[in-house]
């Protein structure tokens, strides 16, 4: 089966710290992602890497950075937290066949807090 | 930009009953992917169907069936016999084919009546 995992599932971090959210696949996906989840918005991308050190901005990525050293591993970062990043942060990962279709693969989810 | 919009924020049904659940989406697409994923209570969202625009027989696994309507840009979820652990967040998503990366509903959150 495959896992995503997401390190942390529940975070409190104070207004202006710098915050990591790591997530590791072990399926060899080439893609990874990292989307913000809140109620009645639905999951928003907040950015993707299809390799490597390769990431592509997603709808919402102000904020945000994020880092992919090793294939397996996909880093979202917060700069300096707001309270406007509360939220459930999701990690996924899929496999690149080039056409598209291809089934995406969760992580548990991480429960952000700012205050 | 494409765009899917869920117009039932909740829904519930009886156990043993059937459900359908809306999606609609926006595109100047012909070939494109869509998707019905399931997010369980504090659990990972997994898929539960899938349709290429290409093909036009409606997808089906098992109790889960769709009816899609490319014309009118409309991709519902039907769940027929539903049982408790049916009870989860639904999203609806879109993918442009080749894009590697999917365009999210809003969510219907379901609940089963025992």
């Known amino acids: 089966d495959v896992k995503v995992t997401q390190s942390s599932r529940y975070l409190v971090k104070r207004t202006g710290e710098k915050v990591f959210l790591e997530c590791v696949q072990d399926m060899d996906h080439e893609n990874m992602f990292w989307y913000r989840q809140d109620p009645g918005l639905g999951l928003r991308l907040i950015y993707f890497?299809?390799?490597?050190?390769?990431?592509e901005k997603g709808d919402i990525p102000e904020g945000y950075s994020v880092s992919r050293e090793k294939k397996e591993r996909f880093s979202l970062i917060l700069e300096s937290a707001s309270t406007n990043q509360t939220s459930m942060y999701l990690c996924?990962?899929?496999?690149?066949?080039?056409?598209?279709?291809?089934?995406?693969?969760f992580g548990e989810g991480s429960w952000l807090t700012v205050v | 930009a494409q765009t899917v919009t869920q117009s039932q924020p909740e829904m519930s049904v009886q156990e043993a009953e059937t459900v359908t659940l809306s999606c609609t989406y926006d595109t100047s697409e012909s070939d494109y992917y869509l998707f019905w994923y399931k997010q369980p209570p504090s659990r990972q969202m997994i898929l539960v169907i899938r349709?290429?625009?290409?093909?036009?027989q409606n997808a089906t696994e098992n109790r889960f069936s769709v009816n899609f309507q490319k014309a009118a840009k409309s991709f519902s979820l039907k769940i027929s016999d539903s049982q408790l652990g049916d009870a989860a967040m639904y999203f609806c998503a879109y993918e442009s084919q080749g894009a590697q990366k999917l365009v999210f509903g809003q969510g219907t959150r379901l609940t089963i009546n025992p």
């Open positions: 349709q290429e625009a290409y093909k036009q």
């Open positions: 890497s299809y390799d490597v050190k390769m990431k």
């Open positions: 996924a990962s899929s496999s690149y066949r080039g056409f598209g279709g291809d089934t995406i693969y």
